[in-house]
């Protein structure tokens, strides 16, 4: 009998324009988990190829990939897209072929795929804690920034509720091209306005022109929560690391456990000893753990057949047990938020009492709405 054919993933990442430097990292950690599988015998007996293309920051790009790696590469499932803009471009593509995509981005919510697992933050697993924690520590008047696309503008809007119904206040509210270098305009109203807090949902590159700006500026005693910026992040942006910038996900590197401690040896083994970990590297890393282990229940690599299989899954990872809540694909998860130190390394202040369960639509607006909503951001052409 002629020999099964490989399992081939697909990693639909940018490896070249303003979301690279966050992206790479993605990339590596897939590989570094699919080296895993192949020398534990693969799956099913049969080998796993990666088949890697650049999404060049451009959701459009991406789209056209997408297609062409379950068309003509013909991959089991595909991994990718950091972007809300990205992974909106995808998804027709995912769904039209019965696609399946791991998305390990946080994201704004208000979306719901069969052909995606969401394995980033919801709504109410990052901003919604951010935004009350901000307002209990560091004060009402507040400044949005954000990159000019649908997650931050939406994101932000979930922000201006939560901050109505605490009765505080918004300041301004700000938005700049993804990619863009120009924040001259937009530090000199900082300085005009002097907010309790930054809220900062930029995304990219573009963050590194910010902080250097800011602090130039000598706004370094106005605090920052940025909801895009890990340590991999943080390691490119010196004027990041200071001790009023704070960050919020569901792992942190400096996460104290036995089970993360491995993760990072095994890490810097494969990727070098100066390579840092962020949270949307372990996202990446569940996915594909959580994957695997439903095709191997599933005994199959069928979209659909491993959609059900990954229902109700759990596991430890590094950023504590971790499971599948299958009303939605999104993953129940702990919350942490993170002091930035110089090292590049965010102190944990501040976790969650509990395992938060994913409401990819906040519970404070209903379901119609929302998609209302989403779709009046949409057609505003804020994406």
Sequence with gaps: MPEERAIRIGILH?????????????IDTLLMGIDELNASGGLLGRKIESIIVDSQSDPEHAAREAERLILEQHVDVIFG????????????????????L?????????????????????????????????????????????????????????????????????????????GSDDFDTIIEDIKQRQPDVILNTINGDSNQHFFAKKHQAGLDNIPVISFSIAE???????????????????????????VNQDFIKKVKRTMGQEQTIGGPMEASYIGLKLWSQAVIRADTTNTTL???????????????????????????KTVRIGQARQDGQFDIIWTSKQVVRPHPFPSYRDRFQWKKISQQLLEAGES
């Design 14 to 26: 940018s490896s070249s324009g303003t979301m690279a430097s966050s992206e790479k990292p993605l």
């Design 102 to 178: 791991f998305y390990p981005g946080q994201y704004e919510g208000l979306e719901l795929s069969p052909n995606i697992i969401y394995t980033g933050a919801t709504p109410n697993q990052q901003i919604i804690p951010g935004v009350n924690w901000a307002l209990n520590n560091l004060g009402n008047n507040i400044y949005l920034l954000g990159s000019d696309y649908i997650s931050p503008h939406t994101a932000n809007f979930i922000i201006r509720d939560i901050v109505k119904i605490k009765k505080a206040q918004i300041v301004a509210e700000r938005y700049v091209p993804i």
């Design 306 to 332: 491993v959609r059900i299989a990954i229902g109700e899954q759990g596991m430890s990872l590094p950023s504590g047990h971790v499971s599948i809540d299958s009303n939605n694909y999104h993953l129940r």
């Design 81 to 100: 897209c950091w972007t809300s803009a990205c992974r909106k471009a995808v998804k027709p593509i995912m769904e039209k072929h019965n696609g399946l």
């Design 232 to 258: 991999a992040e943080l390691a490119t942006i010196a004027d990041a690391r200071l001790n009023n910038h704070y960050a919020v996900w569901n792992y942190f590197q400096s996460i104290d456990s036995q």
